[in-house]
C-alpha cells in the first residue's frame, strides 16, 4: 500500500482498477511477460515498427506532393528514426532483459529520451516528436486491442501523465470514476471538468502513472488530496464507507430540494443555474436541479477541436444543448480565449501581459470573422431553444457598440434572407472588469442583463493572480473593494430594470450564498453542479430580509479579516446543518 | 582496406540551429553508409554516430566542438565524408541558396569523391570527367539539375558509390523545390 499526495480538483472518493493512459492516450494493456512470450513480443515489435515507418514514408510522400517537401521533412525524420537501429536495440533489451510487454518496452524507452530530452532547453522543443514517434509504433503494436477511452466497458480510475482538454471534454463520466494525474493544478482544464463532472480527482502527483500498473486497484481521495495504490481490505472498507455515506447524504439534499425553486422564507426568489462547459453536462446540471445553464462556456470548443470550429460545429453543440434543456434558458458566452485560455488552434503570437492583452472579445473584434461564425450560429440556435447571448471581458460602452454593431447586421442579414431567428433574444455582458462594474449605470442602458465573472472582476480590482503562490492568499472575494463594486454592479441593474446574474467561482462557493443573496442577486450559476441543491437549501432556509441585513454590515466592514469572520458566524448561526 | 583503421577529426557546428534533426539525420545517413563503427563526442559525451536519437541527445549547439571518430575497414573516408558535411553545414541549408550558388552542389560532389581512394568519373552528354575535378565538371556545364552516370572503380568503390548517390538523390529534392517555383528544369 502506497499513498501519494497531490491536489484535490474533483470531490468526492473513488475505488477501482487503474486504467493507463500513456503517450496521449494510447493505453498500455498490461507490462510485463513471461520467458516464453520474449520472442512473440520483439516479432510484434518489429512487425509494428515496419508498419509504421510504411506508414510515415507514405505519410511523407502524400504530404509532399500536397505541401511540398519542406512540411514532409518532419515525417520523413520520424521514419528515420525507425530506422535508428540503436533506438529499436534500446526497446528489444527491456523486452528480452527485463521482459518488458513490447508496448511497455517502447512507451519506457521513449518516456526516457523524452526526460532527458525536456532537460535540455535546446531539446526540449523536440520532444513532441518524441511523443508521435511513441503514439505511431503503440498504434500500429495495440492494432485491434486498442482500448479508447471514449469506449470504455468497466469502471475505472484513469491514470495519466497529462490529459489534453479534448481528452476530458469527451470521457465518460459513467466508467471514469477517478482521475489522477502527475501534471496539473488547481485551475487546470482537468480540475474545471472533473469538477463539473463530479468526478474524484487529484492532480499534480508528480509521477503516478509511472509507478501504477493498469488493473492496479487505487482509491482517489479527493477530499484530502490522496492516492492510495494498492490499498488493504481494512483502507478499502473505510474508504468504502465514507464514499457512500456521502453518496447517501448528497442523495438525501437533492432528493429534498431538486425540484424546488430557490426562494426564501419571505417568498424572495432565486433562479439557480449551472456553468458547463460541453453539452454534454447539461444532463447532469439538470439532474442536479439546476433551472437552465447561466453559461456555456463556449471556449471549450475552440481548447478541443484541432482546427478552428466552424458556424456548424458551433451550432451543433448549441443544439446539442438546447435539446437537453427543454426549454430551460441558456446563456451562450461568446469565445472567452486568452489569458490562460490558449493552447488549442488560433492562438496568438505571446503577450507580456495575457490578462491584459488581447484576450476574449478584444480578440473577437481582432477576428470578426470567427466572431461572425458564432454568432450566425447563435442566432439559428435562438428559435430552437430559450437563448441568451453574453459578451465577456467588456470594458466600455465603444466595446459593447462595436459586438452589438456586428450582431445588428447579422441580423439585418437574416432578416433580409428569411431565416428564422429569435427577434427577442436577450443580449448581456459580462461585468469582469472593473471599469465595467464602476459605471454599469451607463452599461445597463445598452443590454438586457449583466452576469457578473467575480473571477477577473477580483483579479483586477485587487491586482492578483491567484495561480502565483505568493500572492495567492491575498485573493479576497470579501474585499470591500469587491464588494462594493458587486453592490454598484446589482444596484445599477434593478435601477434600469435588467436583471443581474453571477456566474463567477464566488457564486458556486456556499460561504457566500447568503451575502450575495442579500445583496440583491437574481441568478447565480454555479459550478459544479453538484453545489446546486447545496445553494437552494441555503436560500430556501433564511429569510430575504435577514441575507440584506447581513449584506449591509458586511459591506460596512472595512477589514477582510472581520468580514471573513463575521459571515462565517452568521452562517453558522442561521445554517447550522451545512456550516459545522 | 581490409586493415582495421581508426581516424578522427574535430570540427566546430556551424549551422544556426545546432546539430538539430535534420543535420542529425543528415549524418547519420551518411554514415551508415560506411562499414566501420563511427562515434561522436561532443562535451566529453559519446554517442554512435549512426544514431539518430543518440546524436540529437548530444543537444550540439552552433560553435560546440564536435570530434568523429570512425574505426574500421574504411575509417579514414568515413570522417573525412563526415567532416565534410558537417563543415558545411550538414548539407542541410540547400534548398535556401542554390539558386544564388548553383556550383555549390558540383563542388560538394568533387569534394566528396575525392574523400575516396577510386577512380570516380562522370559522364557527361558522352564526355567523361574526373568527378574530383570541381572546375572540370563545371567547364562540362554540371549543374544540380544535370543527368549524369557515374564510373566507379577501386578499393572503395562502393562506399563511394553509395555516398555520391545520396548526394545525387538528395538533389532532387533541390531540383522539385525549384521546379515547383517555376525557376528550374535543365
Known amino acids: ?580 | 582496406m581490409t586493415s582495421e583503421q581508426k581516424h578522427s577529426i574535430e570540427i566546430v557546428i556551424g549551422n544556426p540551429l545546432g546539430f538539430h534533426i535534420r543535420p542529425v539525420q543528415r549524418f547519420a545517413a551518411m554514415a551508415k553508409l560506411f562499414d566501420s563503427h563511427v562515434e561522436v563526442e561532443l562535451r566529453g559525451q559519446k554517442a554512435p554516430g549512426k544514431s539518430i536519437i543518440n546524436l540529437m541527445g548530444l543537444a550540439g549547439r552552433n560553435g560546440d566542438t564536435m570530434r568523429i571518430a570512425a574505426q574500421g575497414p574504411d575509417a579514414d573516408q568515413c570522417v573525412q565524408v563526415l567532416a565534410y558535411i558537417a563543415r558545411n553545414d550538414f548539407f542541410v541549408e540547400d534548398h535556401l541558396d542554390t539558386d544564388q550558388q548553383p556550383n555549390r552542389h558540383v563542388e560538394r560532389l568533387a569534394s566528396l569523391a575525392s574523400c575516396f581512394k577510386s577512380d570516380i568519373t562522370a559522364t557527361v552528354d558522352g564526355r567523361n570527367v574526373d568527378a574530383k575535378n570541381a572546375s572540370a565538371l563545371m567547364r562540362q556545364g554540371v549543374s544540380p539539375h544535370t543527368a549524369l552516370d557515374f564510373q566507379v572503380l577501386g578499393e572503395d568503390a562502393r562506399q563511394a558509390r553509395a555516398i555520391i548517390d545520396n548526394l545525387v538523390s538528395n538533389s532532387y529534392y533541390i531540383e522539385e523545390e525549384m521546379v515547383r517555383k517555376g525557376k528550374g528544369g535543365a
Open chain 1, 1 to 580: 500500500m502506497e499513498t501519494e499526495h497531490g491536489i484535490p480538483v474533483g470531490p468526492g472518493i473513488a475505488i477501482g482498477p487503474a486504467f493507463l493512459l500513456e503517450a496521449e492516450g494510447v493505453r498500455i494493456p498490461r507490462h510485463y511477460v513471461s520467458e516464453d512470450e520474449i520472442e512473440g513480443e520483439i516479432s510484434r515489435l518489429d512487425e509494428a515498427i515496419s508498419e509504421a515507418q510504411d506508414e510515415l514514408e507514405a505519410l511523407a510522400e502524400h504530404v509532399s506532393k500536397k505541401a511540398g517537401p519542406k512540411v514532409a521533412e518532419i515525417f520523413s525524420a520520424h521514419a528515420a528514426m525507425l530506422r535508428d537501429e540503436y533506438l529499436c536495440q534500446e526497446f528489444r533489451d527491456r523486452i528480452r532483459q527485463k521482459k518488458y510487454a513490447a508496448e511497455f518496452a517502447v512507451a519506457h524507452t521513449m518516456g526516457q529520451w523524452r526526460s532527458a530530452f525536456q532537460e535540455d532547453s535546446f531539446l526540449a522543443s523536440r520532444a513532441p516528436d518524441l511523443d508521435d514517434l511513441e503514439r505511431r509504433v503503440l498504434l500500429h503494436l495495440l492494432g485491434a486491442r486498442r482500448e479508447e477511452l471514449g469506449t470504455l466497458k468497466t469502471d475505472v480510475i484513469l491514470a495519466a501523465h497529462d490529459l489534453r482538454p479534448s481528452q476530458i471534454v469527451t470521457l465518460d463520466p459513467d466508467h471514469v470514476k477517478g482521475i489522477v494525474m502527475d501534471a496539473g493544478g488547481p485551475t487546470g482544464h482537468t480540475a474545471i471538468i472533473a469538477s463539473a463532472l463530479g468526478i474524484p480527482a487529484v492532480v499534480g502527483l508528480g509521477s503516478v502513472s509511472a509507478r501504477l500498473t493498469g488493473g492496479d486497484t487505487v482509491i482517489v481521495d479527493g477530499e484530502k488530496g490522496l492516492v492510495i495504490i494498492g490499498p488493504d481490505e481494512e483502507t478499502i472498507k473505510t474508504y468504502r464507507q465514507r464514499r457512500d455515506q456521502a453518496a447517501k447524504t448528497e442523495q438525501t439534499l437533492l432528493a429534498e430540494v431538486r425540484d424546488l425553486p430557490a426562494e426564501t422564507k419571505d417568498g424572495h426568489r432565486v433562479d439557480i443555474l449551472a456553468n458547463i462547459e460541453s453539452p454534454r453536462e447539461v444532463a447532469r446540471a439538470i439532474e442536479h436541479g439546476a433551472e437552465g445553464i447561466g453559461l456555456y462556456r463556449t471556449e471549450f470548443l475552440y481548447l478541443t477541436s484541432e482546427s478552428i470550429p466552424s458556424e456548424e460545429r458551433h451550432f451543433d453543440a448549441y443544439m446539442e444543448a438546447i435539446e437537453k434543456l427543454d426549454g430551460r434558458p441558456i446563456t451562450i458566452r461568446t469565445v472567452d480565449l486568452g489569458g490562460d485560455k490558449f493552447g488549442g488552434v488560433g492562438s496568438p503570437e505571446p503577450e507580456r501581459n495575457p490578462f491584459l492583452g488581447r484576450r476574449s472579445i478584444r480578440y473577437c473584434l481582432e477576428h470578426p470573422d470567427l466572431f461572425r461564425d458564432q454568432l450566425r450560429a447563435i442566432l439559428r440556435a435562438s428559435v430552437h431553444g430559450n437563448v441568451r447571448v453574453m459578451f465577456p471581458m467588456v470594458s466600455g460602452i465603444e466595446e459593447l457598440l462595436a459586438v452589438q454593431l456586428i450582431l445588428k447586421e447579422l441580423q439585418n442579414e437574416f432578416q433580409q434572407a428569411g431565416r428564422a431567428f429569435d427577434h427577442k433574444m436577450q443580449v448581456g455582458m459580462m461585468v469582469e472588469v472593473p471599469s465595467a462594474a464602476v459605471y454599469a449605470d451607463a452599461l445597463a442602458q445598452y443590454v438586457d442583463f449583466f452576469s457578473i465573472g467575480t473571477n477577473d472582476l477580483i483579479q483586477y480590482t485587487l491586482a492578483i493572480d491567484r495561480t502565483n503562490e505568493h500572492v495567492a492568499d491575498m485573493y479576497q472575494p470579501l474585499h470591500p473593494a469587491v464588494l462594493r463594486l458587486l453592490r454598484m454592479t446589482i444596484d445599477a441593474a434593478h435601477n434600469a430594470g435588467i436583471y443581474v446574474s453571477l456566474c463567477g467561482e464566488m457564486g458556486s462557493d456556499i460561504m457566500y450564498a447568503l451575502l450575495l443573496l442579500g445583496l440583491g442577486i437574481d441568478e447565480l450559476s454555479v459550478a459544479p453542479t453538484w453545489l446546486v441543491p447545496e445553494i437552494k437549501k441555503i436560500i430556501r432556509n433564511v429569510s430575504y430580509k435577514t441575507a440584506r441585513d447581513v449584506a449591509d454590515e458586511i459591506l460596512n466592514m472595512s477589514e477582510v479579516n472581520r468580514a471573513v469572520a463575521r459571515l462565517a458566524e452568521v452562517n453558522r448561526d442561521l445554517l447550522p446543518m451545512l456550516f459545522r
